[in-house]
């Protein structure tokens, strides 16, 4: 994940008094976040509070923020200070393991704790998995590969437009006629 | 071709839209919930191909956040307050250029001031012969030499030297100068000092 200029700008909409810009902030990385904060805290019903205070947290914090290093470092250190605040606070031992801040972006999606969700939050993540799963199998290869590259290969879109052979203006059009396939079959189970 | 508002959304959420057009994308989904919750559903997308999603999360997280910070005053950070990462050293690097222009003048004055004409014993070199001056400098040492003892003017080559030298000085001096008006001027450092080059005669 490079930085960022679509963080710096919401980040900077928020500090001049643009609450909503926080909401599009936390949907992108809300998911890292819990599954970060997961790994220090075992109970799911909890990752998600202290996810929640975290994010509080850094709504505060922004006030001072001064993009010394980039949000989402910023973002997932004060996770890791909540999560550990929590764990202290209930005086549970803090993980053997030390996660680097640097590391946590990988680490976030490594949750060991997907399995404790509730049946009825299992079965929507589960649905929501598969119904990607199945937009994406019915995509044009164009499509597919674009938005595979992207998504998991983590390929930019030079790189996408290299390997494909195409101008990058092709490349941005094929992922997003890919997402908004995809998410015409997600759509009714988020809203 | 028409390139859609949701097309270069889906290039912000890859980090793929240049900083105008992010700036308007932020302000956008600042503005609409609607758009918003597109964004959030692009990012599942991805977090669901890399098998990231939490399970257990809600889908109306978001929500519950911004509704516990419906108390929270909206933030006023002044703009000044908030720099990238480029603009936190930019007045160290304004004060470092002055600095250097500042020693760069004291350094080229004394080299004036110790290398001015003899007034006892003045060396008369006409403006003409200067730009020939100029390219015997370039030149390497045995041409020098040579062109030194062609000339038979031992005392004159020096003495011309001495003023080729000058006025490269003269113009570095001028250079720095007005580098320094420039850079002045940009960054709010003395704005209004003005700044005067000179030349030969002048």
């Known amino acids: 994940m490079g930085n960022k200029i679509s963080d710096e700008e919401l980040v900077r909409r928020v500090q001049s008094g643009d ?86 972006e990988q680490l976030a999606g490594e949750s060991a704790l997907k399995e404790y969700a509730t049946p009825e939050r299992e079965l929507l993540t589960e649905e929501i998995q598969n119904t990607v799963a199945g937009a994406i199998a019915d995509l ?37 006629r890919a997402r908004e396939a995809i998410d015409r079959t997600l759509r009714p189970l988020l809203d | ?45 991805g977090e669901a191909m890399r098998g990231d999603l939490f399970k257990g999360m809600p889908v109306d997280f978001s929500d519950r956040v911004m509704a516990a910070l419906d108390d929270e005053e909206p933030l006023q950070v002044p703009i000044s307050a908030v720099r990238s990462k480029g603009m936190r050293y930019r007045p ?6 002055a600095a250097s222009v500042a020693v760069a003048v004291l350094v080229g004055v004394q080299t004036m001031v110790t290398q001015a004409p003899d007034p006892v014993n003045p060396v008369v070199a006409t403006v003409g012969s200067a730009p020939e001056v100029l390219a015997v400098d370039r030149l390497p040492p045995q041409t020098l030499a040579q062109v030194a003892v062609g000339a038979s003017a031992t005392e004159a080559v020096p003495s011309d030297r001495r003023l080729a030298e000058q006025r490269q000085m003269d113009a570095r001096l001028n250079s720095y100068i007005v580098n320094h008006a420039e850079h002045a001027s940009q960054h709010g450092l003395i704005p209004y000092v003005r700044a005067v080059g000179y030349e030969d005669g002048q």
Request: proline share 2%.
């Open chain 2, 92 to 97: 160290a690097i304004g004060i470092g250029v």
């Open chain 1, 19 to 104: 609450k909503a810009a926080f909401d599009a902030l936390v949907r992108k990385y809300q998911h890292k976040i819990v599954n970060l904060v997961s790994r220090y805290v075992r109970e799911p019903s909890m990752s998600l509070d202290v996810t929640q205070e975290a994010f509080i947290k850094a709504y505060r914090g922004l006030a001072n923020f001064r993009g010394e290093s980039a949000f989402y470092t910023w973002l997932y250190r004060i996770a890791i200070n909540t999560a550990k605040n929590y764990l202290v606070s209930n005086s549970r031992r803090t993980p053997d393991y030390e996660i680097d801040v640097q590391d946590a």
């Open chain 2, 1 to 45: 071709m028409n390139v859609s508002k949701e097309e270069f959304l889906s290039a912000m959420v890859d980090d793929e839209a240049d900083a105008f057009t992010a700036r308007r994308l932020a302000a956008e989904l600042a503005g609409s919930a609607e758009e918003r919750a597109r964004w959030g559903r692009y990012h599942v997308i």
């Open chain 1, 140 to 176: 044009p290869e164009d499509l597919r590969v674009a938005i595979t590259l992207r998504e998991l290969e983590g390929m930019s879109y030079e790189e996408i437009a290299q390997t494909m052979g195409c101008p990058i203006g092709t490349v941005r059009s094929r992922i997003f």
